[in-house]
């Protein structure tokens, strides 16, 4: 084997991009290895992949030339071949002369298995394999082609390759291309008229190193020989390509630093090259701020990490590209930066507080929610009357409605607040911190307001699991619920459902919070229907003037579903298992989701003990739905028109079960005890029986004993079974 070394230097790409580009490089690489005969005896596991903000590089094994390969060219069929009197025919004479060989050396086969006395002319063509250098530049540039990019640009570059413009993701600067120590030949063109154009520029033996380190000679070209020495030089200029060791190394400088683990350092690690921590301090005068505020201005619009000192930030810490050695006028730099904005900061902190948050509730009429859809202040008045809609359904306890009330009355009033206006991220926050200042207020009703936002993942560890409880976590579930089906309903009712990608209001995110609210943060014992709740929140605006192909709360309806099946499908159930719980008729999905819940979990649980038992009754659940009509009225099953001991069994074992109760797993695995009878009844009994009397009473078993497990899950949805 032969190494290979590949390393694609390109202006700064965004951070966030490089880890899915390092994947793609590695796993193309080896697809493309193994399709252009080069992987020998190797696999894929010597494929090593390391990136930074200005590169990608990549080292493998290749082998040293292509495997020579057999190649069947079919000719003509055996009967168009030869004549009456077995000479060969001008298609046979044509065919040989074509492959170089006389018509006898040809051999005979069927070109089609099924068909084996359909006989073909066939040549056996040996095709010699090529080395590796001629090889690679091919798939160099079937590699640079297949990454995939969040964004391409169009940086008006050719390939030769047959398919003409090369946009990437940014430009790209320099290639080392390198098969044991020597240059593989590649050319990247200028695109000029959507042709062909100028050499841009060529493969070779030079990388770069840091742009301005070491001083002096920052940037300048290194030859290479492997991908070890392209680590090697790297380091020596300044820049540490594994993006493990520039992790390492910013994590023990934090620790040194004194900084907690925060997720900010791990954007740190493919923003810079040669990752050196600074340590700069927050005034004194700034750390009464409320902590929130605090890591607002350092984290999203510094992107440093706070570093705590009891109840406050004393300092924080930021990672440079450099080698710390004008690290004291860079922090001061910084902490003039961050001085500024917590200046800011601190002058709308007090100004905000000279009014109390409700007497800010009449500025909403000035905020605009969306222009067909009417101000914030309309919108927090709508959210009173789903709370009201939620006391009225009983599912929201007497002692909670004043709190929830009051929590929608507030939660959208800090928008008008300085301090939003300028440090968005912290609506919500600023509200219930607004709140708590400002004395007497309950702090139930702050909480609620202050996380309303939320919840936006689909974790159940996700915010803000452990910082409600009790009756903070009633209110805050309420009041979410509210603001989240008021959002839904208004962007539906103008037809701004999502499609496809496009989601521009975050309307998947605000359907998904509603799942996670009722799964996670209502109360136990209680729970809203979601379809009365969807049409009080839509009864609050004005009817489409335009009416859409589907009613809106029918299409809110469905959308939930599917909220509801993608956020039980990201905490690991099988898509079956949800899907099948979710089609159960008692309670319907949207009437209590954290039924659905439960219902996956028990359905899950006894799968994973009994799969065959229940594949069989999945099986014999959608024959007995076909049969049934859906429309047909139910009737009552009369065992005196049994004329078969599979009916008498079957009706007995669902007798006995109908009386059974208790948790839905208890419940699944009793029903596992009907595949017997089941079985039998298809077997032994015609259901469409010529006397309508007795085909009726059947096809009524039949319906009881579908409704048994339809209070729990929907089989005919499991293991694919449509």
């Known amino acids: 084997m032969a190494e290979l070394l590949i390393e694609i230097g390109f202006e700064e790409m965004p951070a966030s991009w490089l880890p899915g580009l390092g994947e793609g490089l590695a796993s193309s690489f080896a697809s493309l290895r193994e399709k252009h005969g080069l992987s020998g005896d190797g696999g894929s596991s010597d494929v090593r992949v390391m990136w930074g903000p200005r590169r990608l590089a990549l080292g493998a094994g290749v082998s040293e030339r292509q495997a020579d390969a057999d190649t069947l060219v079919w000719g003509p069929a055996l009967k168009a071949a030869k004549d009456a009197t077995g000479a060969w025919t001008k298609a046979a004479d044509g065919f040989a ?27 056996v063509k040996a095709v010699p394999g090529r080395p590796a250098g001629e090889v690679l530049p091919e798939l160099l540039a079937a590699l640079l082609r297949s990454l995939a990019f969040p964004k391409r640009m169009s940086w008006d570059a050719w390939l030769d390759d047959g398919k003409g413009a090369f946009p990437f993701g940014r430009p790209i600067r320099w290639i080392v291309a390198l098969l044991d120590g020597a240059v593989i030949p590649f050319e990247i063109f200028e695109l000029v008229n959507a042709a062909k154009g100028a050499r841009l520029l060529g493969s070779g033996r030079a990388t770069h190193g840091h742009r301005f380190l070491p001083r002096g000679s920052g940037g300048a070209p290194a030859d290479v020989a492997s991908f070890d020495d392209l680590i090697k030089r790297l380091r020596e200029r300044h820049v540490l390509l594994d993006p493990a060791e520039r992790a390492a190394r910013i994590d023990a400088s934090l620790q040194t630093a004194g900084a907690p683990a925060h997720e900010i350092a791990g954007e740190w690690r493919d923003l810079v090259e040669w990752p050196t921590v600074l340590v700069g301090s927050v005034p004194e005068e700034f750390r009464s701020l409320p902590v929130d505020v605090l890591e607002t201005v350092l984290v999203h619009h510094q992107k440093y990490v706070p570093i705590p000192d009891g109840n406050t930030i004393a300092r924080f810490a930021a990672v440079t590209n ?68 939620m006391a009225a359904a009983g599912v929201l306890a007497k002692d909670d409605v004043d709190g929830a009330r009051e929590a929608a009355r507030l939660c959208k009033a800090d928008l008008t607040t300085a301090m939003v206006r300028e440090f968005t991220e912290l609506q919500g926050v600023m509200g219930g911190l607004y709140l708590e200042a400002q004395g007497g207020a309950d702090a139930d009703v702050a909480a609620a307001v202050r996380w309303h936002y939320h919840p936006v993942s689909v974790e159940e560890t996700a915010a803000p699991a452990g910082a409600v409880a009790g009756r903070a976590a009633r209110l805050f579930a309420a009041v979410s619920l ?56 839509l009864a609050a605006y004005p009817a489409p003037a335009k009416p ?24 690991g159930f099988a898509v079956d298992v949800v899907r099948a719980a979710v ?11 954290r039924e659905v819940l439960l219902r996956a979990r028990a359905l899950a649980q006894v799968l994973g003990e009994a799969a065959a038992d229940f594949q069989s009754l999945a099986v014999a659940f959608k024959r007995a739905r076909n049969i049934l009509d859906k429309d047909a009225p139910a009737t ?37 005890s009907l595949r017997a009878p089941v079985d039998r009844f298809f077997d032994q009994v015609l259901v469409m029986a010529e006397d309508a009397s007795v085909r009726g009473n059947r096809l009524a078993l039949l319906r009881e004993t579908l409704g048994l497990f339809y209070r729990i899950a929907d089989l005919s949805r499991l293991g694919g079974i449509a």
């Open 636 to 672: 009552a099953v009369d065992p005196k028109l049994f004329d078969h001991d599979a009916e008498r069994e079957l009706h007995a074992a669902v007798v006995a079960l109908g009386r059974g109760a208790g948790a839905y797993a208890e419940r699944l695995v009793a029903l596992r």
């Open 548 to 571: 859409p192909a589907m009613p809106v709360a029918e299409a809110l309806d469905n959308f939930l579903l599917e909220r509801l099946e993608a956020v039980l499908a990201a905490r």
């Open 322 to 389: 450099t080698d710390g050695a004008a690290g004291a006028a860079i922090v001061a730099g910084m902490e003039r930066v961050v001085v500024a904005r917590l200046r800011d900061a601190a002058f709308f902190w007090g100004e905000d507080r000279k009014r109390t948050l409700a007497d800010r509730v009449a500025d909403l009429e000035g905020v605009t929610f969306h222009r067909e859809l009417g101000s914030y202040r309309q919108k927090a008045e709508r959210l009173e009357k789903l709370v009201d809609a």
């Open 583 to 593: 089609g159960a008729a008692e309670p319907a999905a949207l009437e209590n989701p």
């Open 97 to 123: 002369k074509k492959n170089g060989v006389a018509p006898e050396a040809l051999l005979t086969r069927a070109k089609d298995a099924n068909k084996p006395d359909e006989l073909n002319l066939l040549f």
């Open 482 to 537: 509210a603001d989240k089906l008021d959002t839904l309903a208004g962007y539906f009712s103008i037809g701004e459902m999502p499609t496809g990608s496009r989601d521009p209001f975050g309307l998947r995110r605000a359907g998904q919070g509603v799942i996670r609210v009722l799964l996670d943060f209502w109360p136990q014992g209680s729970s809203p229907d979601l379809r009365t709740l969807v049409r009080a929140a």
